[in-house]
Nanobody, 118 residues
Framework: QAQFVESGGGLVQPGGSLRLSCAASGSILRIIVMGWYRQAPGKQRELVARITSDGNTDYLDSVKGRFTISKDNTNNTGYLQMNNLKPEDTAVYYC????????????WGQGTQVTVSS
């Protein structure tokens, strides 16, 4: 079964870094668009970063200059490098991928918790 699996979350002190991964498994042929969303308790889900098939990127204003989204087309894996983390970055992070497998559809990762606290 085609899916995307996230990893890399955890607990980090303010100012620290984490790298999230979103790896394809099963019969994923190609990523069209990958986005990283986050949802903190009591808040709406928000789009943090997005990358298209040709490498164009967009970022939430509050993470510009601190987060970098990228993808590796050879293994259909995406990454979110998060530097200078702040307590307000604490949330569950999800990768959401439009990808080509047997059909083209949207895949959701299972979510990974990022906690920024001293």
């Amino acid at each position: 079964q085609a899916q995307f699996v996230e990893s890399g979350g955890g607990l980090v002190q303010p100012g620290g870094s984490l790298r999230l991964s979103c790896a394809a498994s099963g019969s994923i042929l190609r990523i069209i668009v990958m986005g990283w969303y986050r949802q903190a308790p009591g808040k709406q889900r928000e789009l943090v970063a997005r990358i298209t098939s040709d490498g164009n990127t967009d970022y939430l204003d509050s993470v510009k200059g601190r987060f970098t989204i990228s993808k590796d087309n050879t293994n259909n894996t995406g990454y979110l490098q998060m530097n200078n983390l702040k307590p307000e970055d604490t949330a569950v992070y999800y990768c959401v991928v439009t990808a080509v497998a047997v059909t083209t559809r949207i895949y959701w990762g299972q979510g990974t918790q990022v906690t920024v606290s001293s």
